[in-house]
């Protein structure tokens, strides 16, 4: 089949467009980089992409609160995300895509009203993590191997206006990855979890799998050299992020 | 209609904000204790009722799950507990939420015609000393307001409209005096040779200057910007030697960098010392750029937005390098007074220096982290002379295709400024930090302190590398210090330049042509565009969302002319405005300190000692600001600061791959040492030189392939010791830079670094910052410092002397003295040299550079970030004899040029080899053990230091 061709959306104040860009580029698909404002002026032009991906960074420099303002100007291309979701394309929000997919309600779904908060720390925080992931629901993780990713945001924490939604959520399996700690538990703590993020929640799906938003950067381990550690470790071929995006563009193939 | 929507946690969130003011409080002693509630929120003015208002905070303004909001008309008849405080920015101020906020509400159809953002403290605690709490916690009153109780305003109304009126300078008549006070009055900055300079120019041609003409001259000429001490006439008086200086930097560190290109030793400079930031090739396709800058004064009355706008300004410095860098990784290094140090005794005018680092770091991170460049590398100094005067210094590398680095303005290209909006902030930036501190100076220079909008200045990133590889202009410079003032005049100054200053986008109603003139305001570039690229260029900024105008243009006059409404409001010759200054002379004077031993007679429990070093604020874990930044972003960085099995170690440089896909690194590193300088400004210059380099060198820099920048931070120079003191480290920079091989690129000075207060004055101490960076071949060589493996063999290469003098060892056992370390040139160079070789072999599993606190603290750290033991004999380390006579020195000598490494023993014979002539010797071994511990036997055998690593570690991260 064709290359599958990945949309990277940029907005003023997204800065982790071009690795993004890169690393869709190395796990195979074709990608454009393109401003929203040129896809809200031609809306039509999503559908010549599977791929939609909103990367990390500072979207209108979230000024009223992270991804807030993105997510309320995706709102006039409600229609054509609709579209885009329904005929099979797939959706990935990475750290500031993941807030504003939080934002503009197309994550977790089922009509749950969540949102993106503070980190419970009070600030910014750049550190590596431990994920666990769980698969089983869309194609973008395909095994329960852990990884690890850098993580760097100041707005992180997942809730959910009830526990009940949370559980909900869980249930569906749509808690794709979880922070832990060094047993491998889902943690709540500081550092493990960076957030404070209930029952480790670092990243979730939408009910079909095909939308996810993380808050780690995958896009940053896609070369071993870009681990904390690789002058301690023997050297390996591939950092764990690029998996992410290599299941999904086979899923595509 | 006025509203006010007010926005707190919702009931079952915690109240983070006013629980953190809260602690604030009782860590600067405040009487107390408080407790705050913490709101923030919107003023609205528009067309709007209540319902509009509700509309707004559920659709965009506040969180649904997270918030919850109330809402309030406001009403000059509202009665208000005093218990309540509002904090807004003052009118003017840059305020990017309410921006945002207005532009998103008014694209979904709600009538606002402005918005202001608002925090709201309600707070229980003692009442009677608000106003501390407010001045010293709540509010910067440099740029914000505080009001307590209800809004004593029922409208956002926000400047008025100007009349014209052009406003001209009677100097020709002045007397010495009368020119003295319309320097001062005016902010000028400018002294009497100057003033009389500009009355004999305007005396010639008949007529007496515009406010616009003086503003103009006296930005140029500024210290700031013209760097008129150090380019200036020096007499230099050095013990019983005289020697003059016709232009001490050009005589100095450019002389050296010249010599050093003309004798062929390096091939590898692009453009050094004239543009926004010097520039080397990388490789056969990139250049690649750096520039540090200080942000001093404005960070020392408002450290937030100081560094905010230092960092912000340094990026634009990169920006307008040739024909546009792309930004690819940021520095920051904070001078400041401890933290720790009592809150009480404060000179008026002064913020606390916790606040302050506070302020400087969340300054630099919000900046940083939202223009998305990782800032990689750093450094803290800690000394009681930078407590009315912090030094914040902020630097930027970028990288750009070769070919790029050269601009040319043509005739009749375009003047066009492009990103932010020109308001009153900034006003005087330039001549305000060309002179000293008073406790008065929040109150007279307000105005020349900025806030930064970094996401308006990423979006002028995004514009010019676009702009630049489409070739749509011919040169660009970022507006600085001076604001366009300086930027065209710079530009302009080989033709002449034609100004319209109607055209300029204003903020708000009110600006007079000359505040349009001199403004910093921030986010701004100006380009030249030629003519038929004008429409081009427009069209990209339009598609990003960034306002580009076009002011005028370059004509070949040789004369800066500027109208307001078709009207010369100014006409000045370019060669009067660069070349007409009257040349500074200034004498220096340089009394070496007399040499006193150190005593180490109070030596005694040296383990002790090594705790002591490893908790001060200079060496102890900077992860608290280190975790603030997203020193990852780009994806570039691959020797992180932070290193070790526990991502927490102390890396001695970061490496960044400049180009994706490539494995061809660029090493970033930093030497600063005031200590030694109180001692020996020489010897002090020659230390950070080395430091830099062997920063660099540690990680896997190639040393062949290092350049330098300067930063010179002194007080005021026309107090010949102190410029003496400068001249000295200068000629320390010629004579290592030779001897190095390693050039200087660009550099900045910042004098004037002193506070007045009550007739008494405070100096800094003066304070040189070398930033490094040198090319890694490849990174896959790269070492970091934590130790790998036990039954490593630990080498440490270099010689150790007896030199304690301004040593952190000396410092925390309060002893004076001390004989100060030395560079020897010719075995530093053949160090670098070969510890490069033995890293590039691979036979090298760690390195570290031994600096303050010497090789105790350098095996403290290395065992600390590999979680490993260690055990050394001192009897091993390679030392001379007068080292030999005390364990003391060869602990905590900080002889320059030292590294210590880890080796696997099988490279041990061909490392040993390779090193020749260099001294080195195997002083002890990599252990394991549950828990590890590091172990230093003396001279005699006995256990000086057997501490676990655990205790050292959670010593050296002693929490902020």
Known sequence: ?253 | MLWHLEIRPANDQDDRQGRRLAGEASELGLPGPWSIEAGRGFLMEGDLDANDVRRAAEAVLADPVAESFVIEPVDRSNREAVSIVHVLPKPGVTDPEAESARSILTEMGFHVDQVRSIRTYRLKGPLEALPRLIRRVLANEAVEQAVVGALPFDRLGLGHPYRFQLVTVPIRAMDDEALLATSRQGQLSLNRDEMRAIQDHFRGLGRDPTDCELETIAQTWSEHCSHKTLKGRIELQAGDQHRVYENLLKETIFAATKELEKSGAIDWLVSVFHDNAGVIRFDDEHDVCFKVETHNHPSAIDPYGGSNTGLGGVIRDVLGTGLGAKPIANTDVFCVADPDMSPEDFPPGVIHPRRLLKGVVAGVRDYGNRMGIPTVNGALVIDPGYLANPLVYCGTVGVLPRGMSVKQVLPEDRIVAIGGRTGRDGIHGATFSSVELTSESEEVSGGAVQIGDAIVEKRVLDVIIRARDAGLFHAITDCGAGGFSSAVGEMGAELGAEVELTQAPLKYEGLSYTEIWISEAQERMVLAVPPDRLDALVKLCCEEGVEATDLGRFVPTGRLTLRYHDQVVGDLSMDFLHEGRPKVTRRALHQPVPFQEVSTASAGDLAADLLAILSTRDVASKEWIVREYDHEVQARTVIKPLVGVGEDGPSDAAVVLPVRGSTRGLAIACGINPRYGALDPYAMAACVIDEAIRNAVAVGADPARIALLDNFCWGNPERPETLGHLVRAAEACRDLSLAFRTPFISGKDSLYNEYVHEGKTRAIPGTLLISAIGIVPDVRRCVTMDLKGPGNFLVLVGVTRAELGGSLWAQVRGAAGGRVPRVEPADALTTFQRVHQAILRGWVRSCHDLSEGGLAVALAEMALAGDLGAVVELTKVPSDAEAKEHDVHLLFSESPSRFLLEVRPEYWPALAESLGTIQAAIVGEVVGGDPPRLTILSCTGSPLIDLSVSVLKSTWQRPF
């Open chain 1, 1 to 253: 089949m064709a290359q599958p061709r990945a949309l990277v959306l940029r907005a003023p104040g997204t800065n982790c467009d071009e690795e993004t860009a890169h690393a869709w580029e190395k796990a195979g698909a074709a990608v454009e980089v393109l401003h929203v404002h040129r896809l809200l002026e031609s809306p039509g032009y999503l559908a010549s992409f599977q791929v939609l991906t909103i990367p990390g960074g500072f979207s209108y420099g979230d000024d009223l609160g992270a991804g807030r303002i993105l997510a309320a100007r995706l709102g006039a291309l409600a229609d054509v995300l609709r579209d885009f979701h329904e005929r099979g394309g797939l959706t990935l929000g990475i750290c500031n895509g993941f807030q504003v997919l939080v934002k503009a309600g197309l994550l977790p779904g089922r009509a749950i009203k969540a949102t993106i908060t503070h980190n419970d720390s009070g600030h910014y925080e750049t550190r590596w993590v431990r994920l666990a992931t769980h698969s089983g629901v869309g194609p973008f993780v395909v095994d329960d191997e852990p990884i690890e990713l850098p993580s760097a945001h100041g707005e992180g924490k997942f809730l959910t206006a009830s526990e009940r939604d949370l559980t909900t959520l869980e249930a569906a399996g749509q808690v794709v990855f979880r922070y832990i700690d060094d047993q491998g538990r889902p943690t709540e703590t500081f550092p493990a979890n960076p957030n404070g993020s209930p029952r480790g929640v670092a990243g979730l799906c939408d009910p079909t799998g095909r939308i996810l938003g993380l808050m780690p950067h995958p896009e940053r381990f896609i070369d071993p050299l870009q681990h904390p550690q690789w002058t301690r470790r023997p050297s390996a071929n591939e950092g764990d992020g690029l998996r992410l995006f290599r299941n999904a563009v086979a899923a595509l193939r």
